[in-house]
């Protein structure tokens, strides 16, 4: 297998990410970056609208100012760790103080960024983000012969490669997360589509066109509930 080329940023191009920033201007500039790298960018001015997004879909991804009305962005995150331990999170501020950044650091925050926030110090941390979604790995054995590339998005068996579409890539991912577990048809919705949610014909088709790719055996169907993606 020829080995694909490998960027960073490439592996967030089917993800979404929660921004959270009280200042427009900033904000504005901010996601305009954003939308180059991933999939959907959500914006929001505060941490309680924040939280009621959380509530409503899922992110791959969390960006917060730490100052904010209503609901500053430390004490977002405290709330959004006591149900997800593991989701990246990068905060922005204009403070540095050392009580920020230990709570920072209890926290389990990927990067502390300080502002002005410039484009290249944005860049690298996204760049540490995308080593923690994929644990630093390039490839991703799902059995003999079968690798997955979470960076091209590309599955390759022996000498085929496939491309995969971003729900296919984001399912499988999210199955990759969950493995040798029941994964329910709402956990799926809430993942891929939020709010709007489709038939439940969308994600069978989904799985009908990763099963493939991938092969049929790896994702065995639970009547009724949802899912098993089966690993070695």
């Given at each position: 297998m020829k080995a694909d080329k490998v960027d960073l940023l490439d592996t967030l191009s089917d993800k979404k990410v929660l921004y959270a920033e009280d200042d427009m201007g900033i904000a504005k500039n901010t996601i305009e970056i954003l939308e180059f790298f991933f999939q959907k960018v959500v914006g929001v001015t505060n941490g309680k609208?924040?939280?009621?997004?959380?509530?409503?879909?899922?992110?791959?991804?969390?960006?917060?100012?730490?100052?904010?009305?209503?609901?500053?962005?430390?004490?977002?995150?405290?709330r959004v760790r006591q149900s997800d331990k593991k989701i990246p999170i990068i905060i922005i501020s204009a403070h540095t103080e050392q009580e920020y950044l230990w709570r920072a650091i209890e926290l389990k925050i990927t990067k502390y960024l300080p502002k002005p926030c410039y484009k290249d110090t944005l860049l690298k941390a996204l760049e540490a983000i995308s080593v923690e979604l994929t644990d630093n790995k390039t490839e991703i054995k799902l059995y003999e012969q079968c690798i997955y590339n979470p960076y091209t998005k590309t599955i390759h068996i022996n000498k085929k490669s496939s491309k995969l579409s971003t729900n296919e890539s984001r399912l499988l991912e999210y199955f990759i997360k969950h493995p040798n577990q029941v994964v329910s048809y709402?956990?799926?919705?809430?993942?891929?589509?939020?709010?709007?949610?489709?038939?439940?014909?969308?994600?069978?088709?989904?799985?009908?066109?990763?099963?493939?790719k991938i092969g049929k055996e790896i994702i065995e169907n639970i009547y009724g509930v949802g899912y098993i993606f089966k690993t070695m």
């Open positions: 609208e924040a939280l009621k997004e959380l509530e409503n879909s899922s992110y791959d991804v969390l960006i917060f100012d730490v100052f904010m009305p209503h609901l500053d962005g430390i004490e977002t995150i405290r709402d956990s799926i919705y809430s993942y891929l589509w939020g709010v709007d949610t489709p038939s439940k014909e969308a994600i069978k088709f989904i799985i009908k066109e990763l099963r493939k």
